[in-house]
């Protein structure tokens, strides 16, 4: 009998999903952030969304929202008006992660957001509990388009270097494309060219 009922058990175990056998404790992820300026910059949004599985819009709607503000975003970062400490940022992200991760069962980060006739859930994976979710809306951010024009020259932090070698960085609702720049380099630069909210500058000081 005992073998029998071991058999079964070995079975019923083998049909679980890997998320329940796993029992790694889950580590909340770290935001990296920097104030530049009245702008603050989550440099990090695609890291932690992918360590959380959840879309990073999801996530930067919620902490544009929470700080009341506008800001634009990309899959990899986020820009929000307004200078937000990191420490108030990651504040912020735990309890997104409190209400729209974590299992309120089980305490498991193994969830899915599920939709079903105009209502998300929250379903766990791991218990497999159900728990209806709030919308998320975001600040829409004001067109500045008229505001940058042709031989402005901006001050930016380079956060990462394009497929052309050139320095990229985020300024309010644009992307800015800097030629003789690299990351981790904050540049005054000079603006050559307007493309919709892609921005293209000249490097024409490294600053400190």
């Known amino acids: 009998m005992s073998t029998e009922y071991e058999t079964l058990l070995d079975r019923a175990y083998n049909k679980l999903p890997e998320t329940v056998k796993e ?32 879309e990073p819009d999801a996530i ?38 409190a209400q729209y991760v974590i299992c309120p069962d089980c305490g498991r980060p193994d969830t899915k957001i599920m939709q079903e006739r105009r209502i998300s859930f929250l379903k766990c994976e791991a218990c497999g509990s159900r728990h209806p979710l709030a919308a998320i809306k975001a600040t829409v951010p004001k067109d500045e388009t008229k505001k940058i024009a ?25 992307v800015v494309f800097v030629t003789n720049a690299r990351e981790g380099q904050r540049v005054r630069a000079k603006i050559t060219g307007i493309q919709g909210t892609r921005l293209f500058a000249n490097a024409v000081e490294i600053l400190k």
Not at 34 to 43: D, E, N, S
Not at 150 to 173: N, P, S
């Open 23 to 54: 029992h790694s404790r889950f580590v909340t992820p770290k935001v990296v952030a920097l104030i530049q300026g009245k702008t603050t910059f989550l440099k990090n949004l695609g890291e932690i969304s992918k360590a959380v599985n959840r």
């Open 150 to 174: 042709v031989g402005d020259e901006v001050t930016v932090q380079i956060t990462r270097t394009g497929k052309r070698g050139d320095g990229m960085a985020l300024l309010g609702q644009y």
């Open 60 to 97: 930067a709607k919620y902490l544009i929202r929470e700080f009341g503000t506008s800001g634009t975003y990309d899959s990899q970062h986020l820009s929000m008006k307004g200078q937000f400490r990191q420490n108030q940022i990651q504040e912020k992200f735990e309890t997104y992660l």
